[in-house]
């Protein structure tokens, strides 16, 4: 098979416009033909186009590969499921929910290895009541909210599926979100998304199918210990059991923070890491989609517009037609985040807007980021006596006064806001690069900083502040064989998947030692 990217397209073409530009371009009529993946090029706003990459079946590989320039031949890397090759008494244990403690147990079961998935908040099913509770009644349950709970914290968020990440799990991860329940396009989108909605009725679906197959689930039951010998791992220990465990995956999220302190207590060998804070900011998403778009910003083959951006401040996590939502997990603290719903067709655009800190901002201890996040998180709840978030007009951020309310851009986080002034919750430098980096977008985007943009924070946890030491061949903990430091919280991954992809990978690892025993 030959791969070749770069085909453009105009809007308006169809699947006939594509066979004729390929049977033309190859010498072959009615070629065949696959998408592998469709975006939009809108760098030029006259003639906004679909760029597509396509696969060839031919027999001439060699005549093709000489004839068009930029192909190639094309060897999909796939990932097939182990399976265990004798019966083991050694039950593996799952510590986590997310995306990659769930691919490690949906892996491990489809092996045969029975595991045992132990998540500290609810199923997904009762923790959309605890969100919807937070979101309406600012009730907040520290074990079951938008950061803890089945699915982990992607599971209210956008559902973004693209990554810089290239390993053989990537096509088997978006096939199984597939199987669960997404749809097709995401094997072929350019930027794969599933929103919260969708995602809510995949974890119950992924959480049947490992059931069916032998795993169990302990909900609310939050780790809180281990045993080891000979530094090998015998036993998880948690709020309501212990559990024996020779294999665990340690697949905690970014917001552990009482797991991360008792990790550290323990000897765990972790290190502080780099991470980023800011706000939200949120504007109207047909201004984005003009930005974006120009005078195709209407046409009814392009969804809402998203964007990205870098400068002293750079995007994340951008929710066209999105929500701005509370992410709390510790009583009197205000976190924030994006969300968004399959259909993407809220009336607002937000994103994370965000500013690199490190050691020089928060000091050297190894948990000193984690102590950061939750002063700032601590200070906007102070400052609002409430857990409605710190809210602000773009234009009065400018101008270093607080708003009185908003404008053009009404506020969709919740459970609700308060107007203030970020300049007295976010470090200066921090508000100082949001300044300078707007600017400078607006440069590029002109429009951008629309006066009443809302500014919503803080935003904290865009990753995890720490990561705990794995051997590099082996993924074991440094020091304690077994347990196996996995996904976002412990420093490994960005993003749902790369989170996932690493718990395909630890996953493997154990089916191949429990092969050897």
Do not use: W
Not at 286 to 314: R, S
Request: include cysteine; hydrophobic fraction near 35%; glycine fraction near 10%.
């Amino acid at each position: 098979m030959i791969k070749i990217d770069g085909i453009s397209m105009p809007l308006d073409a169809g699947n006939s416009d594509i066979q004729k530009k390929l049977d033309k371009l190859t010498g072959i009529k009615k070629v065949n033909y696959t998408i592998y993946k469709k975006a939009v090029d809108a760098r030029k706003k006259r003639d906004i186009r679909f760029v597509y990459s396509v696969i060839l079946n031919v027999e001439n590989e060699e005549e093709i590969l000489n004839k068009i320039s930029g192909s190639k031949r094309f060897l999909q890397e796939s990932f097939e499921y182990p399976r265990l090759t004798k019966k083991s008494e050694n039950r593996p244990v799952v510590i986590g929910t997310g995306p990659a403690g769930t691919f490690a147990a949906l892996c491990l079961a489809k092996a045969g290895a029975k595991p045992i998935i132990i998540e500290r908040g609810k199923r997904v099913e009762e923790r959309t009541i605890d969100v919807d509770l937070f979101f309406a009644e600012g009730k907040l349950n520290p074990n079951s909210n938008v950061q803890f709970g089945e699915g982990g914290a992607g599971t209210f968020s956008d559902g973004k599926l693209n990554t810089g990440v290239n390993n053989k799990y990537i096509r088997k991860i978006l096939e199984e979100y597939v199987a669960f329940g997404a749809d097709e396009g995401i094997l072929t989108d350019g930027k794969p998304h599933i929103g919260t909605d969708v995602l809510r009725k995949i974890a119950v679906n992924v959480r049947k199918e490992i059931e069916a197959l032998g795993g169990e689930y302990i909900f609310e039951s939050e780790f809180c210990n281990f045993e080891q010998k000979d530094n090998k791992l015998t036993c998880i220990i948690t709020k309501k059991d212990k559990v024996p465990a020779k294999y665990a995956v340690l697949a905690i999220g970014h917001s552990a923070r009482d797991t991360f302190d008792m990790l550290y207590s323990k000897g765990v060998p972790m290190i502080q890491k780099p991470f980023s804070v800011g706000v939200r900011i949120e504007h109207p998403q047909e201004l984005i989609n003009k930005l974006q778009y120009g005078n195709f910003a209407n046409h009814p083959a392009l969804k809402n517009a998203d964007y990205k951006f870098a400068t002293d401040c750079y995007s994340f996590c951008m929710c066209p037609g999105g929500f701005v939502v509370g992410a709390s997990s510790e009583e009197n603290s205000i976190v924030t985040n994006g969300m968004s719903y399959s259909k993407r067709d809220g009336e607002n655009a937000n994103s994370a807007l965000l500013v690199n800190v490190d050691s020089k901002d928060f000091g050297d201890g190894v948990l000193d980021g984690m102590y950061f996040q939750r002063e700032i998180e601590k200070k906007a709840y102070k400052i609002t006596g409430s857990y409605c978030a710190p809210c602000q007009r773009l234009e009065d951020f400018f101008a270093g006064r607080k708003s009185k309310s908003a404008g053009a851009v009404k506020p969709t986080y919740a459970p609700g806001v308060a107007y203030e002034n970020m300049e007295n919750i976010l470090p200066e430098k921090v508000c100082e690069k949001l300044k300078s980096g707007i600017i400078d977008i607006d440069r590029k985007a002109k429009g951008f900083n629309f006066p009443d943009s809302l500014l919503t924070g803080p935003e904290t946890r865009s990753s995890s502040p720490v990561r705990i030491i794995r051997d590099k061949d082996t993924f074991d903990s440094v020091g304690l064989t077994g347990l196996f430091p996995c996904g976002e919280g412990a420093g490994y991954a960005g993003g749902i998947m790369s989170a996932a992809s690493d718990g395909l990978r630890i996953a493997e690892e154990i089916i191949n030692r429990m092969n050897k025993e």
